[in-house]
């Protein structure tokens, strides 16, 4: 074994500057171009001052940017030895942070556009620890493409496999999944079409602000108006804003999951993904809890869902950031497909998620319908109470929106109560839940760490109870929602007896 004290402390890539120098351009373009426009429109200054102006501030930003990466990038030092992983960071402010090898479960190589141009990447080394905590992890901005690669190989090694193992030795790494572009049926019936097309409204309108013209836009919107009456132009503008969107959503599926793929190395599950933005998350299969099948209603009334890991040291996706999604081992891929990867990936003949799912009492139906109808009742109770007092609009208001949410708020009850479920197998506890989109957690009852069974009075009465298991990985709890109590106690006894089996009183 190497002495860690003989080996050398390493720096980052200095081409990281480059690439601070390029990104910030970017922006001093973004922001300078629509503030030059303004200023020069409005007369305010004489048009070469502006341009002096304007220069010297992106100069300055640039400057001062670019100083800031290149102190952080003096004052950065790493290691890795035969034990841990070593950070020096700071420079005001000095950091000195240890990750020891046995504990990396996750390496994740990130590398956007500019990154690809200059050659390097940011690496991400995860624990076992919360994936938010600041401990959990160390962050190498930026090495080599070539050294980040080659240190994710390094840092997740696994024994060798033996003659005995499933893999044979000298064989590449098996696929498990790899992306198809017939998946693409799924984004148009997600909720990206509608959020991106009117935020892509939003810009533009921002960008004819910018520029000056709003006032011609507005005239030539009423101009249309006059010319083609409102019930036609409103159609049309949705369409325009839907078909926007889609384009807009495609774009994001394209770039995010175009050579996706998700193979098993020794104990390590690998998916490797992007088109400008290269990512590369690596998970060891011993911090691997379960997974979960989240079928999107679109997707599912298609016969599609994704599959996300319950593990430990995973960072949480970020649901507003498409294409953000840290823990998704499989993107939106029909169900079959989905439920196989699944058993793969969990080194199962079947998927636990294909268990036979309980459903659970009526009463829970009548509970999500009486919460449906109370909620649309006290909205309305307020606006005809403001209505009859403060102005009649409201009156109108109330009536059109009951029109609406009513059917909406009992769909959604009824919805709800439909992905109400669990169930187990003999090695996991299958959870199901979800309003528009159903998730179906499979959980290693060996993860499974601890059980808690609430009741309301108002449960009691209906002989309901939420039954919630608590595991260190994901989202770290998992329930099921007005379920049978005794059924709770019966099936929480059958799961995870050694937790609950001091507390039961048996007749």
């Given at each position: 074994?190497?002495?860690?004290?003989?080996?050398?402390?390493?720096?980052?890539?200095?081409r990281?500057?480059?690439?601070?120098?390029?990104?910030m351009?970017?922006?001093?373009v973004?922001?300078g171009?629509p503030?030059?426009s303004?200023?020069?429109?409005?007369?305010?200054?004489?048009?070469?001052?502006?341009?002096?102006?304007?220069l010297?501030?992106?100069?300055?930003v640039v400057?001062?940017?670019?100083?800031?990466?290149?102190?952080?990038?003096r004052?950065?030092?790493?290691?890795?030895?035969?034990?841990?992983v070593e950070?020096r960071t700071g420079?005001l402010?000095?950091?000195h942070?240890a990750?020891?090898?046995e504990?990396?479960?996750?390496?994740d190589?990130?590398?956007h556009?500019?990154?690809?141009v200059f050659?390097v990447?940011?690496?991400h080394?995860?624990?076992?620890?919360?994936?938010?905590?600041e401990?959990?992890?160390?962050?190498?901005d930026?090495?080599?493409?070539?050294?980040?690669?080659?240190l994710?190989d390094?840092?997740?090694?696994?024994?060798?496999?033996?003659?005995?193992s499933?893999?044979?030795?000298?064989e590449?790494?098996p696929?498990?999944?790899?992306?198809?572009?017939?998946w693409l049926?799924y984004?148009?019936v997600?909720?990206?079409?509608?959020?991106?097309g009117?935020?892509?409204c939003?810009?533009?309108?921002?960008?004819t602000?910018w520029?000056?013209?709003?006032?011609?836009?507005?005239?030539?919107?009423?101009?249309?108006i006059?010319?083609?009456?409102l019930?036609?132009v409103?159609?049309?503008?949705?369409?325009v804003?839907?078909?926007?969107?889609?384009?807009?959503?495609?774009?994001?599926?394209?770039e995010?999951?175009?050579?996706f793929?998700?193979?098993?190395?020794g104990?390590?599950?690998?998916?490797?993904r992007?088109?400008?933005?290269?990512?590369s998350l690596?998970?060891?299969?011993?911090?691997?809890?379960g997974?979960?099948l989240?079928?999107p209603?679109g997707?599912?009334?298609?016969?599609?869902?994704?599959?996300?890991?319950v593990?430990?040291g995973?960072?949480?996706?970020?649901?507003d950031?498409?294409?953000?999604?840290?823990?998704?081992?499989?993107?939106e891929?029909?169900?079959e497909?989905?439920?196989r990867?699944a058993?793969?990936?969990?080194r199962e003949?079947e998927?636990?998620?294909?268990?036979?799912?309980?459903?659970h009492?009526r009463a829970?139906?009548?509970?999500?319908?009486l919460?449906?109808v109370?909620?649309?009742?006290?909205?309305e109770?307020?606006l005809?109470?403001?209505?009859?007092?403060?102005?009649s609009v409201?009156?109108?208001?109330?009536?059109i929106?009951?029109?609406?949410l009513v059917?909406?708020?009992?769909?959604a009850?009824v919805e709800?109560?439909?992905?109400?479920?669990?169930?187990?197998?003999?090695d996991?506890?299958?959870v199901?839940y979800?309003l528009?989109?159903?998730?179906?957690?499979a959980l290693r009852?060996s993860g499974?760490?601890?059980?808690?069974?609430?009741?309301?009075?108002?449960?009691?009465r209906l002989?309901l109870?939420?039954?919630t298991?608590?595991?260190?990985?994901?989202?770290?709890?998992?329930?099921?929602?007005d379920?049978?109590?005794?059924?709770?106690?019966?099936?929480?006894?059958?799961?995870?007896p050694?937790?609950?089996?001091?507390?039961?009183?048996?007749?």
């Amino acid at each position: 074994m190497t002495d860690a004290e003989d080996i050398a402390w390493q720096k980052l890539d200095k081409r990281t500057l480059g690439v601070t120098t390029a990104g910030m351009l970017g922006v001093c373009v973004a922001i300078g171009v629509p503030v030059t426009s303004g200023l020069i429109n409005n007369d305010a200054l004489p048009v070469p001052l502006v341009l002096l102006l304007v220069l010297s501030g992106v100069v300055v930003v640039v400057g001062a940017v670019v100083l800031y990466d290149y102190l952080r990038i003096r004052k950065t030092w790493f290691r890795v030895t035969d034990e841990k992983v070593e950070l020096r960071t700071g420079i005001l402010r000095r950091q000195h942070r240890a990750v020891h090898r046995e504990r990396i479960r996750t390496v994740d190589v990130h590398a956007h556009p500019l990154y690809r141009v200059f050659g390097v990447a940011k690496v991400h080394i995860g624990t076992g620890e919360h994936a938010e905590s600041e401990g959990s992890q160390l962050t190498l901005d930026a090495v080599s493409r070539s050294f980040a690669d080659m240190l994710r190989d390094d840092l997740l090694t696994r024994p060798a496999p033996t003659v005995d193992s499933d893999e044979p030795v000298g064989e590449p790494p098996p696929v498990l999944a790899e992306f198809d572009l017939g998946w693409l049926r799924y984004v148009p019936v997600s909720i990206w079409p509608g959020v991106l097309g009117v935020a892509a409204c939003g810009v533009a309108w921002q960008i004819t602000d910018w520029f000056g013209l709003r006032d011609s836009v507005l005239g030539q919107a009423a101009e249309l108006i006059r010319e083609l009456s409102l019930w036609t132009v409103i159609p049309l503008a949705v369409v325009v804003v839907l078909v926007v969107g889609l384009v807009a959503s495609l774009a994001f599926g394209v770039e995010a999951w175009w050579n996706f793929r998700l193979q098993r190395t020794g104990d390590t599950l690998q998916v490797r993904r992007g088109l400008l933005i290269h990512r590369s998350l690596s998970l060891a299969e011993d911090r691997l809890r379960g997974v979960e099948l989240v079928e999107p209603y679109g997707a599912r009334l298609l016969g599609g869902g994704r599959l996300e890991a319950v593990a430990t040291g995973i960072r949480d996706n970020k649901p507003d950031q498409p294409g953000e999604d840290t823990k998704v081992l499989l993107p939106e891929a029909p169900r079959e497909i989905a439920q196989r990867v699944a058993a793969e990936i969990l080194r199962e003949p079947e998927s636990p998620t294909t268990a036979d799912i309980t459903g659970h009492p009526r009463a829970a139906l009548r509970r999500r319908l009486l919460w449906a109808v109370s909620a649309v009742a006290a909205l309305e109770a307020v606006l005809v109470v403001v209505g009859m007092t403060v102005t009649s609009v409201l009156l109108d208001v109330a009536w059109i929106s009951a029109i609406v949410l009513v059917p909406a708020a009992l769909f959604a009850a009824v919805e709800n109560y439909r992905n109400l479920g669990h169930g187990h197998t003999e090695d996991y506890l299958v959870v199901r839940y979800g309003l528009l989109a159903r998730r179906t957690a499979a959980l290693r009852r060996s993860g499974i760490i601890g059980v808690t069974v609430r009741q309301s009075p108002f449960q009691r009465r209906l002989g309901l109870a939420d039954f919630t298991v608590t595991t260190a990985a994901g989202s770290g709890a998992f329930t099921a929602y007005d379920a049978d109590d005794a059924e709770v106690l019966a099936v929480a006894c059958r799961v995870v007896p050694d937790l609950l089996d001091p507390f039961v009183v048996r007749d």
